[in-house]
């Protein structure tokens, strides 16, 4: 079972999967070169909604956390939590993936050993997120970076590995740490 953020994010991937649906429309089948260059506004819109819903992804399971670890507190002191820690970080990068994690107890989360994809160690894993938001910030920013399709679509399949082992992550140590498995 997936937590809610997680739900939510497959919900907003549809977003990504429209915007791709739309730059085929835009690119003949098999096109190359013309379509990076006609369909790479396209492209680049994807890339930042495919950041931005992993950001969203993130703030929403880093909440389903504080929630579950911290539930014999108010919930006044929950959300301020949340609002010092959750709402402060901006793209989710591996530095601040795991700096936020261990506010709850999970030391090194991007470290840990189910992090991979596909057969990549997760080393790959950290190098594909920060290039994301990388390229998500140089386009949200006025310096376009044009990737392929197929440059994207992998970075999709890559973040919704990451975000099933990151539930699952989550999930085991609210299980460790309160007895009970939230999802």
Not at 11 to 17: T, W
Not at 144 to 170: F, M, N, Q, S, Y
Request: glycine share 6%.
């Amino acid at each position: 079972m997936a937590s809610a953020a997680r739900g939510a994010f497959t919900i907003q991937l549809r977003d990504f999967d429209e915007i791709i649906t739309a730059r085929d429309a835009i690119c003949s089948h098999g096109a190359d070169r013309p379509a990076q260059r006609r369909g790479a506004a396209v492209t680049r819109a994807a890339v930042v909604m495919l950041s931005v819903s992993f950001g969203s992804y993130v703030d929403g399971l880093y909440d389903l956390a504080v929630d579950q670890l911290l539930s014999s507190y108010s919930n006044a002191y929950r959300n301020s939590l949340k609002n010092k820690t959750s709402k402060r970080w901006g793209n989710a990068t591996v530095s601040k993936l795991t700096k936020r994690f261990l506010n709850l107890g999970i030391p090194w989360i991007m470290e840990d050993s189910r992090i991979h994809w596909q057969k990549f160690s997760n080393a790959t894993v950290w190098n594909i997120l920060d290039e994301i938001v990388n390229v998500r910030n140089s386009n949200a920013h006025g310096k376009p970076r044009t990737i392929g399709k197929l440059a994207a679509v992998k970075w999709k399949d890559a973040l919704e590995e990451l975000a099933d082992k990151l539930d699952e992550i989550v999930a085991d140590h609210i299980d460790q740490e309160t007895g009970s498995r939230p999802w």
